[in-house]
C-alpha cells in the first residue's frame, strides 16, 4: 500500500501524483518505471519514475488517462493507497558524458525527462530541449524543463507556436542550421519518437527512445513485452526500456500494443458508471468523460 | 501385529468432476475424499515394520503414523505429524507426483495397490484448514534468537526454508518480486488443480510462525543480496524459482496471440484474466489453440485454454507418447477433457493475419530416429511433409530458464553452464559466503516437492553455521 501525498491535474488528461514509497526512492535512477496495480482486481501496468525524493520518500509520476486503469489511478486522490507498487524497473538510462544532447519529449515522456536531463547535465553534457504539445492547453512543465536545460524549445501541433507543428521539423532545421548534436533521447508518444527517429537518421546520430510495450510482470517471466531490435527479440522491461531508436522494429511494437484493443474498450466500458461520475467530480474532469 | 491382516489392493478412488462439465469451468478437479472414503483408504495401510513409502517421500514425513492416526479417528494428531515435517500438505497433497516418490516405494506397490498417500495427505490437510482451532491450540511457542535471515522468493521453497528457520527462533524476511506469495503455485499452476485460497491457507501458516513477507520486492532492484548481508542479514537463502519463459526461436514468434505458457498461466492464474471483466486483465484464446510441448506446463495451458472457452486445443510436441514428459494422469486429464494430441510433429513458423496477428502455424511431420544425448530418440524432420494449421493463438510451453536479475547483481556467485546458481546439494551452500540456494534456481525446473527438500536441507545448514557449528569452507 502506498499513500498518495500529493495529487494535481496537470492538463485535463494528464495526472501528477506523488507517493510513498521510501525503498524504491532510495533506489530509483532515471530511465526506470515501477509496476502499479490500483486495487485488487487491477491489471499491473508500468509507469516511468518522473522524480523521486530520497529524504522523504517519495515518488512522483505522471500519467496520460487512457483506458480503465489510468482512469481508476486518476480517481484517487491525495491521502488515498495505491494497493501495489513495484520498482524500481528496467535499466537505467546510460548517463555518460557525450557532448551535445538534444532531448525531445512529449506528453507522458516529459515526467522522466526531468530526472534523465539533470543526470546528464551533472556529467558535463549540454542539454537542448524540444518538447511538443498538440496545442497550448495541452502544455505543462515548460517551466520545469526551462530550468534544467541549456536550451528549450516548444513545438505546439496546431502551429500556434513559431513555424513548426512536430518536431521532426524542428529536428530537421535544428541539424540542417548546422548544430552539432551528439546523442539524441526522445521520449513520449510511439508516433513522435519514430518521427525524431526519421528526421535524425540522414545525419547519423544515434537515438536513444523509451518504448512502451504492453508488460504483466516485468521482471522479464513472461515475455508479453518483447520488441525487436536490430533484428533481435528482447524483452522491454529487463533489456531495455532504452533501445536505439534507428534499429526498432516500429511497427510490430505497434501492432503488439494493439493487441487488446477490444478488451480495453469492453473494460473501460463495463466500468461502473458510479465510479466515473465520482472521477468527474474529483477532479473536475470534463464531462465528455463521464458520459463515454 | 497379532494377527495377519487380509491385503486389500483396491485404491478407494478420488471423486472428481467429470470431464464434460470441468472443462469449462475453473473448480477444483478433484474433490477430495469423504471421511468414509478416507477411513476405508486408510484402512488398508498395513503399518509396515520397514516402510518403503518413508523411503521415497523427499521431506521424510512418517506416513505410516499420520496414517494410523486417521485410522483412530485422530485427526489433530494426524496433522500434527504431518505439518511436523512438510509445512504446505494441502498443496503437496494436490500436486505432488507421489507415482514416482512415496507411492512408488509403497510396500503394497509392488502388488499393485499402494496406498493413495497423497490423496490421504490431501485429506488431512483439509481437514484442518476446516479446524482452525486445532492448529491454534498446537502452535509451538517460538523463542526468537536474536539471528536474521532473507529468504528471496516465496515460492515452495522459500517458505519452506522461511518455515523450519522461524520454528528455529529466526527472523525471517521472505522477498517476493510479485504482488502475492506463492511462486509458481499462484502463477503457474492453475486453480483447478490447486485452489489459491489453498496456497494462500498454507502461506498464512507459514506467516503465523512469524515470518514476514515483503511483497513487489524484486531483489537486484530494490536492494541487492550484497546489501541485504551488509544491512543486518546473517544468511540470504536464494529461491528465485526459474521463471524465464523459452521460445520456440521460429519466423513470426513475435505476433500477437502468441503467449510464452508462463505468460498464458500468469494471466490466466495470478491475474484471473478468466474473471474478465471482473479483473481487469485481458486475455485472448480464440476458436483454435495450439500449444507446442508436452509437459505438465503444456497440460496445464491446453486445459485454461479449453476453460477459457477454446474450441479446439492441440498439443503440438515432436516426439511420441512414450517421450512425453507430464504426468500420466495430467495427460489423462486432459485428454478425458477433449486436447487433442498431434505427436511427430513440429512448426517451423507462424503466420500473420497481415495486422500484426498470428493467423496459422506452419508444421511439419517427424520420425524418430537414433538416440540423443537425453537418451530418447532424436526426433528427424520428414521431407516435404510440410502443412499449414490455422490457428487463433499459440503457445510454446517449453520450459523456463533462471532468471539473470539475481546472478548479474550478486557479486562472486558462480553459476553452472545452464545459468543456474551453482550449489552443493547436501548443505546447499552457493560459492558466495553466507548465501546458500535451493528449488528451481539451484536445480533447473524440477517439482514442489524436490524444491521443499532442498529449502529443509539449506535451513539445517544455515542453522548448523550461524550456531558456529561448522564453518563456511
Ligand atoms: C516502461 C513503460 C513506461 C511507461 N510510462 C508511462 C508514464 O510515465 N505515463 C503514462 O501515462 N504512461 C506510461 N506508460 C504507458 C502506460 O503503461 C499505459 O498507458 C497504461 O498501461 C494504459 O492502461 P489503461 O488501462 O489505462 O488503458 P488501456 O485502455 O488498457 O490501454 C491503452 C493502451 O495502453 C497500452 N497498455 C494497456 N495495458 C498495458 C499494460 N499492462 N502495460 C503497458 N501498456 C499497456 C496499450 O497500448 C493500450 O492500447 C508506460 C509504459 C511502459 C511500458
Ligand atoms: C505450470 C506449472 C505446473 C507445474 N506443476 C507441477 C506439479 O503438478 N507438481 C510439481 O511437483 N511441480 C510442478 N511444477 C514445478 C514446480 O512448480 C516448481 O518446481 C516449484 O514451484 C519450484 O519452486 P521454487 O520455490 O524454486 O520457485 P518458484 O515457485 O518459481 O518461486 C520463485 C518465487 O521467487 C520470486 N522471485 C523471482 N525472482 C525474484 C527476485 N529477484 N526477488 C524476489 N523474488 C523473486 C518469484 O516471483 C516467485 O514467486 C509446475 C510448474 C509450472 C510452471
Ligand atoms: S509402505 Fe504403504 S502400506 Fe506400508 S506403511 Fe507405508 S503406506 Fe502403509
Ligand atoms: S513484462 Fe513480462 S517479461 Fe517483460
Wanted: charged share 30%; hydrophobic share 40%; glycine share 10%.
Amino acid at each position: 500500500m502506498c499513500k498518495i501525498v500529493k495529487k494535481e491535474i496537470l492538463v485535463p488528461n494528464t495526472i501528477y501524483l506523488k507517493v510513498e514509497a521510501a525503498e524504491i526512492a532510495r533506489k530509483a535512477k532515471p530511465g526506470q518505471f515501477v509496476i502499479l496495480r490500483v486495487d485488487e482486481v487491477g491489471e499491473r501496468f508500468p509507469l516511468s519514475l518522473a522524480g523521486w525524493d530520497e529524504d522523504r520518500g517519495t515518488l512522483e509520476i505522471l500519467f496520460l488517462i487512457m483506458g480503465k486503469s489510468t482512469m481508476k489511478l486518476s480517481a484517487l486522490d491525495e491521502g488515498d493507497c495505491i494497493r501495489d507498487i513495484v520498482g524500481p524497473l528496467g535499466r537505467p538510462t546510460e548517463i555518460e558524458s557525450y557532448g551535445n544532447i538534444l532531448s525531445v519529449c512529449s506528453t507522458f515522456g516529459i515526467g522522466p525527462m526531468v530526472p534523465m536531463i539533470k543526470a546528464l547535465k551533472e556529467k558535463g553534457n549540454k542539454v537542448v530541449t524540444a518538447m511538443e504539445a498538440r496545442d497550448k492547453a495541452s502544455l505543462f512543465w515548460e517551466d520545469r524543463l526551462k530550468s534544467v536545460s541549456d536550451e528549450t524549445y516548444v513545438v505546439l501541433g496546431d502551429g500556434s507556436l513559431g513555424k513548426h507543428r512536430r518536431v521532426r521539423e524542428f529536428i530537421t532545421e535544428y541539424l540542417e542550421s548546422g548544430n552539432k548534436v551528439d546523442r539524441v533521447f526522445a521520449f513520449g508518444r510511439i508516433f513522435m519518437m519514430m518521427d525524431c527517429c526519421r528526421a535524425t537518421k540522414p545525419f547519423d546520430i544515434k537515438t536513444i527512445v523509451g518504448l512502451t510495450p504492453i508488460m504483466v510482470d516485468g521482471t522479464g517471466m513472461c515475455g508479453c513485452c518483447r520488441v525487436s531490435v536490430g533484428g533481435e527479440t528482447k524483452f522491454t522491461c529487463v533489456d531495455g526500456p532504452e533501445f536505439d531508436g534507428h534499429l526498432v522494429d516500429w511497427e510490430l511494437l505497434i501492432k503488439r500494443k494493439r493487441a487488446y484493443l477490444r478488451e480495453e474498450a469492453q473494460a473501460f466500458n463495463l466500468w461502473q458508471p458510479d465510479n466515473l461520475r465520482r472521477i468527474a467530480e474529483l477532479s473536475e474532469l470534463p464531462e465528455r468523460i463521464s458520459v463515454m | 501385529m497379532a494377527e495377519k491382516p487380509k491385503l486389500n489392493l483396491n485404491r478407494v478412488p478420488i471423486p472428481k468432476q467429470t470431464p464434460e462439465v470441468r472443462r469449462r469451468n475453473f473448480n477444483e478437479v478433484a474433490l477430495g475424499y469423504t471421511d468414509e472414503q478416507a477411513l476405508e483408504e486408510a484402512s488398508r495401510c498395513i503399518d509396515c515394520k520397514k516402510a518403503g513409502c518413508k523411503d521415497g517421500c523427499p521431506v521424510n514425513i512418517d506416513i505410516p503414523e499420520f496414517i494410523k492416526a486417521i485410522r483412530a479417528g485422530d485427526m489433530p494428531e494426524a496433522a500434527r505429524i504431518l505439518k511436523s515435517k512438510n509445512s504446505l500438505p494441502g498443496i503437496c497433497g494436490r500436486v505432488c507426483p507421489q507415482e514416482t516418490q512415496c507411492e512408488m516405494t509403497c510396500n503394497l506397490a509392488k502388488k499393485g495397490g499402494p496406498i493413495a498417500i497423497g490423496r490421504l495427505e490431501r485429506y488431512v490437510a483439509d481437514w484442518e484448514r476446516d479446524h482452525p482451532e486445532i492448529a491454534e491450540q498446537q502452535k509451538e511457542r517460538i523463542r526468537f534468537n536474536g539471528k536474521k535471515v532473507a529468504v528471496v522468493g516465496s515460492g515452495p521453497a522459500g517458505l519452506t526454508c522461511a518455515a523450519d528457520l522461524a520454528k528455529l527462533g529466526y527472523e525471517v524476511i521472505i522477498f517476493e518480486a510479485l504482488h502475492v506469495a506463492g511462486g509458481v503455485l499462484m502463477y503457474g499452476i492453475p486453480e483447478f488443480r490447486l485452489p489459491k485460497v489453498i496456497v494462500q491457507s498454507e502461506v498464512d501458516y507459514v506467516k503465523s510462525l512469524g515470518v514476514e513477507i515483503k511483497l513487489n520486492h524484486v531483489i537486484g532492484k530494490i536492494a541487492t543480496v550484497d546489501e541485504l548481508l551488509e544491512n543486518g542479514f546473517d544468511a540470504v537463502f536464494l529461491s528465485p524459482g526459474a521463471g524465464a519463459p523459452v521460445f520456440l526461436n521460429i519466423p513470426g514468434e513475435n505476433l500477437s496471440g502468441i503467449y510464452s505458457a508462463n505468460e498464458f498461466l500468469t494471466r490466466t492464474n495470478l491475474m484471473k484474466a478468466y474473471l474478465f471483466p471482473e479483473y481487469d486483465t485481458p486475455i485472448q484464446v480464440g476458436k483454435r489453440v495450439a500449444v507446442f510441448g508436452a509437459g505438465n506446463v503444456a497440460m496445464d495451458a491446453s486445459r485454461c485454454a479449453l476453460r477459457l472457452g477454446a474450441e479446439e486445443v492441440y498439443i503440438i510436441y515432436r516426439r511420441s507418447k512414450v517421450e512425453m514428459p507430464a504426468r500420466l494422469e495430467e495427460r489423462e486429464n486432459a485428454e478425458e477433457e477433449g486436447v487433442i494430441f498431434k505427436l511427430l510433429t513440429n512448426p517451423s513458423r507462424f503466420l500473420g493475419d497481415g495486422r500484426g496477428r498470428v493467423r496459422a502455424v506452419e508444421l511439419h511431420e517427424m520420425e524418430l530416429g537414433e538416440p540423443d544425448e537425453s537418451g530418447r530418440p532424436r526426433p528427424i524432420r520428414k521431407p516435404g511433409s510440410e502443412f499449414i494449421m490455422e490457428i487463433d493463438t499459440a503457445i510454446p510451453a517449453l520450459g523456463t530458464r533462471p532468471n539473470p536479475i539475481i546472478p548479474s547483481t550478486t557479486k562472486g556467485l558462480e553459476l553452472t553452464k545452464w545459468g543456474t546458481i551453482l550449489t552443493d546439494e547436501a548443505s546447499g551452500r552457493t560459492s558466495k559466503e553466507r548465501v546458500w540456494c535451493g528449488g528451481d534456481m539451484a536445480t533447473g525446473a524440477a517439482t514442489v516437492i524436490s524444491a521443499m527438500g532442498a529449502a529443509r536441507r539449506a535451513a539445517t545448514d544455515i542453522d548448523k553455521y550461524l550456531r558456529g557449528s561448522t564453518e563456511w569452507s
